[in-house]
């Protein structure tokens, strides 16, 4: 079996690093004072690694490379 990668760029994560991201399914439900409760939790064999969540939370897409 083949180690996991990242869902975006296809590099190798480790799934059992804090810092890799997990995907869940489950039931939203907004939260007290703006949060939200996701209720049901359900994991999902796809990770990302932290340089493309943190790309894509910032609005750029992870195949765009930087001009300079």
Known sequence: M???????????????SRWTYTKIVG????GKAG???ISLRQKV???ACP??????KAGVAVEQEAIF
Do not use: K, M, Q, T
């Open 2 to 16: 083949s180690p996991p990668v990242c869902s975006f760029c296809g590099r190798e994560v480790n799934p059992a």
């Open 27 to 30: 039931w939203h439900r907004p």
């Open 35 to 37: 949060g939200s409760d």
């Open 45 to 47: 064999d796809e990770y």
């Open 51 to 56: 340089g493309c969540i943190e790309s894509l």
